[in-house]
């Protein structure tokens, strides 16, 4: 059995310790202004990037210039909006890519048709351009999950875990499942996974949470509310129990640059960007006495 992750990291026993991650950083304007602004003013923990994307070099630039924050490679394999696409950086003549040369929209295309070397190849490209650009890469995780084989149980886990011992960075993948209640059928997969990135000496934390993707009824009269998004969140982190919790959202700016761009769930985006600066948010935080880390206290912990 492993040393606790709270042990490892110096925290007092019993701690309930959390990560706020804002995912697909550098995927479009909306995204970069909204998860530059929640990291300088302390209302986010870490976010990774996108490097396929349109925006990438915008958001790359920024990570470039503050490397005190935490910002690590959201690694792609799928593209996933109908009207805004990205590309492997690898070409489009690969096992990677749809008819029209670019990522398939789904994990399951992904998990059906990608060799084992194309990905290998992709992934480590991603981070390399993110390393070239200055970029002091604090962990790994991946879009859309579509490393972890939930589509069809072939997953490219061998392929993303000797990346990530390689260059020291921790991983998103949970130890001890991704909801508030265990999947007894999901668990012994989710232990394999966990004995191996052991094995190669990855750190990973003991839970990855989020709250829906979408927003409940968008688009009708009984569309979810700021209000209830807010309540289901604050809910959420009551619950974390002892040990490193990631939670991650997907904040962006809800302009008609995020509208153009996504197929729906724009205005839950704009919720996140709200919530993760609700006085309520750090209030819950405060009173429940969660501790706040960062990836780069987990790479710190890999590293030594």
């Not at 492993?2 to 991650?21: E, F, K, M, Q, S």
């Not at 070099?57 to 470039?64: S, T």
């Not at 619950?239 to 700016?253: D, K, N, R, S, Y």
């Not at 704009?270 to 209030?283: F, I, N, Q, S, W």
Request: glycine share 8%; hydrophobic share 45%; proline share 6%.
């Amino acid at each position: 059995m492993p040393v606790p992750l709270t042990d490892r990291l110096g925290l007092p026993a019993g701690a309930r310790a959390i990560i706020l991650n804002a995912d697909d950083f550098g995927m479009c304007r909306a995204a970069n202004r909204a998860i530059t602004g929640l990291l300088s003013t302390g209302h986010l923990d870490s976010t990774t990037l996108m490097m396929p994307c349109a925006w990438a070099p915008d958001a790359a630039a920024f990570a470039a210039s503050r490397t005190d924050l935490d910002i690590g490679v959201h690694l792609v394999l799928t593209s996933e909006w109908s009207g805004y696409r990205w590309r492997p950086l690898t070409g489009s003549s690969t096992s990677l890519t749809d008819t029209d040369g670019y990522f398939p929209h789904t994990c399951l295309e992904v998990e059906q048709q990608a060799t084992e070397a194309d990905v290998a190849a992709e992934l480590a490209a991603q981070l390399e351009a993110a390393l070239a650009a200055g970029i002091d890469v604090t962990h790994l995780d991946n879009h859309m999950g579509s490393v972890y084989g939930l589509e069809t149980g072939r997953d490219f886990l061998a392929q993303v875990l000797p990346l990530a011992a390689a260059h020291g960075l921790p991983f998103r993948l949970p130890r001890y499942g991704t909801g508030l209640e265990a999947d007894p059928v999901m668990q012994p997969l989710i232990d394999q996974a966990a004995a191996a990135a052991d094995a190669a000496g990855v750190v990973i934390p003991d839970r990855t949470w989020t709250h829906p993707f979408e927003l409940a009824g968008e688009g009708t009269d009984d569309e979810e509310t700021y209000e209830q998004v807010l309540s289901g969140f604050l809910e959420l982190l009551r619950a974390v129990p002892t040990g490193v919790t990631e939670i991650f959202l997907h904040p962006m700016v809800d302009d008609d640059e995020l509208r153009a761009t996504v197929d729906y769930a724009a205005p839950k985006r704009g919720h996140e960007l709200r919530l993760l600066a609700d006085p309520a948010v750090a209030a819950v935080i405060a009173d429940e006495g969660l501790v706040r880390v960062g990836w780069r206290d987990l790479r710190d912990v890999q590293r030594a």
